[in-house]
């Protein structure tokens, strides 16, 4: 049985992409404490930069603008394309589409900044990488699917028809 995709709702794409980046730069940021590598993206990205586009310094915070940026374009495309298409609950999506945006930043994106495919083999990177991605997907996934408190009713934008629990009226 083929679902029919319903409408991207932009809005709340956009939110959900900056909610779950926040929380992934975040997560980045405490990972040291636990003994996980600093993955200083928005340094990675500002001299991705700089090198890619005829050395344009576009300085840390414009790899950190960057980093949020591809945050929310991430979560459009998982609106648009597979929160309708990946099976099971919201969180079951989102830890999915976060293993592939991994498996995304490892193939492309670290060989693209000289971090070689799947960082070298650096089992702590590795796990870092995993953890944040994971939890971005999660964080996105669940957002996306919370049903609108503007419109009562309104039926999720996945299709298995999950909701979260709600309150009882009676």
Do not use: C, K
Not at 43 to 57: D, E, G, K, N, P
């Amino acid at each position: 049985m083929t679902a029919t995709p319903r409408p991207v709702d932009t809005m709340r794409a956009v939110a959900a992409g900056a909610i779950g980046t926040g929380v992934l730069t975040a997560l980045w940021l405490v990972e040291p404490a636990i003994g996980l590598p600093n993955i200083a993206v928005g340094q990675i990205l500002s001299s991705f930069m700089s090198v890619s586009v005829a050395h344009l310094h576009v300085g840390i915070a414009g790899g950190w603008a960057i980093h949020i940026l591809m945050g929310i374009l991430w979560a459009l495309l998982y609106a648009a394309i597979f929160a309708a298409r990946l099976p099971g609950s919201p969180v079951a999506r989102g830890a999915l589409y976060g293993a592939l945006l991994f498996l995304v930043a490892q193939i492309v994106f670290m060989p693209l900044v000289g971090a070689g495919v799947f960082s070298r083999g650096d089992v702590a990177l590795l796990m870092g990488s995993l953890l944040g991605h994971l939890v971005y997907g999660i964080v996105v996934a669940w957002i996306y699917a919370v049903p609108s408190s503007a419109a009562p009713g309104t039926p999720p934008p996945y299709p298995d028809g999950a909701t979260l629990p709600q309150e009882r009226t009676s």
